[in-house]
C-alpha cells in the first residue's frame, strides 16, 4: 500500500498530503467508529493541564503512578491491570558519552491477566515526552482491551496515532512527534533528537478528520498545536469543507448528540425520557453498531422503571445486530430472570460470558440472581462477592440486589446496611422499597 506520499510542487493552498494517504486515514476512522461510534460534538482534545490529569497535578513532583491513573480514567481503563517498571541503562550514568540510535523508551508487556510498562529511567527528565509515550502505550492497551485485531504490520504504529487522535489526545502526541533538544550543565552536553514515523501531514489531516467529525471547523484546541502542524490542519480544514468525507454525515451526528443525550436523562433517572431520546436515533443512523447500542439502551430503561416484559424484544433486536454483544445478552438474561425464565435466563448470562465483551461485574450479579431464584445461596452468596470483586465503576443495583438477597436469608440487620447504599446512589428501586420498610414500621409501631 503506498503511503505518505507528499505532493509539495503545488503552490496552491491545500494540504501537502495526497490522495491514498488521505483514503487511509478516512478508511481507519470508518473503523474506528465502527467499533466505537461517532465522538460526540462539542468533544475537547486532551491537554496537559489540571481539568484533566487531576491525579498528576495534585503534587509537585511527577509520579507515573498518578499519570497513568489519569491516563485510565480518560480511557475508561481498569488502573489496576497496569503495572509500571523503571529500567535505567547509560543514559542515567553522568558524564558518559553515548550515542544511541531508536533507544528504548517505552514499552508493554501485555499478557491476559494485565499489562507491564517498562520506562526509561532518563524519561522523569523529559515529562512531555514521558506523557507521549505513556498516551501511545495507553491507547494500544485500549485497543486490546476491546479485543479489536488492530495489528495490520507495517501500518500498526501510524494506525495508533489516529486512534490517539479519536479518542482525544490528538494534541499530546501532536506536540511531541518531534522532539530535538539539548541540555547543557555547563561542564556536559546531552543533546537528544526523536521523530516519530508519523508524517506531520498526516497528522494534521487526521486531526482536521477528527473536527470535521465533531462538527467544528475552527475549534479552540488548534491553538495548542506546534505551528507547522496548525497551518497543515487549517489546510486540511478548507480542503475537508470543500470535498467531505464520506463518514461526515449530519445524520449520524445528530443520532450521536441524541445517544449522549439520553444517557445524561437516565444518569437524572429520568428513563422515559431517555427511551423517547434513542426511538428517535433510530430512524437517523444507518449504523448498525449504533442500532444495536439503542436496541439494547431501550431495553434496559424499560427494565429500569419496570417494564420487563417490553424490554425483552429491544435486547433481541440488539441481538439480531450484533450476535456477539455481551451487554445485551447479560441484559437479556437479566429480563427474563425478573420475569420467572430463568433457564432462558442463565443461557443468555453464559453467552454473555462467552462473547468476553461484557461487564463481569454485572453477569456476576445476574448470576447470583439466577441462583438465589434456584434457591441454592451459597452459589448465589459466592456471586454477589465476585459481582463486588470485579466492579471497576458502580454497577447498577448491585447492593439493591444484595440487599435483598441477605434480607431473604434473615441477614435483616446486613441487608438494610446494603439497601441504604443503594439510596445513597439515588436508584429509584432501593428509594421506593425503603420508603415502604419506613411506612409499614409506622404502621407497626402505631399498633
Known sequence: MKLFGFNKKSKEIKPRITKPDREWVEDNFKWLITHYGYPVRGNEQIVLSEKFFPKTFSTSDLDIRNLIEDLCNLLSLDSAKINVELHSDLRDVYAMPLEVHMPFEVETEMK???YTIGVAQSLLKRPGRLVYNLVYECIR???AESKLQFDSGGDTGLFLFLAGIYFGFGILLSQNIRDIGRDNDGFWQTKWENVSEMPVEVMAFGLAM??????QNNPEWKKEFPSEIRSEFEH???FLNDSPPTIYNRNELEANDLFDQSFNESKNGDFESAIGT???IVYLTGDKQMKADVYNNIGYYQLRIGEYEKSIPNFQKALQLDPDFGFAHDNLGYAFLLTGQVEEGKRQLDRALETGNNDAAYSYRNLALYYSAKNEPEKAEHNFRLAFDYKTIPVDLLEFHYANFLIHQGETKKGME???????????????????????ESQHDRR
Do not use: F, H, P, W
Not at 210 to 215: E, N, S
Not at 418 to 440: D, F, H, P, R, W
Open 112 to 114: 491476559e491477566e494485565g
Open 141 to 143: 492497551i485500549r485497543l
Open 210 to 215: 477528527y473536527a470535521k467529525l465533531i462538527d
Open 236 to 238: 486540511a480544514i478548507a
Open 278 to 280: 434513542l426511538q428517535k
Open 418 to 440: 446494603y439497601l441504604e447504599e443503594a439510596v445513597k446512589k439515588g436508584e429509584q428501586e432501593a428509594i421506593k422499597q425503603m420508603s415502604e420498610i419506613t411506612k409499614n
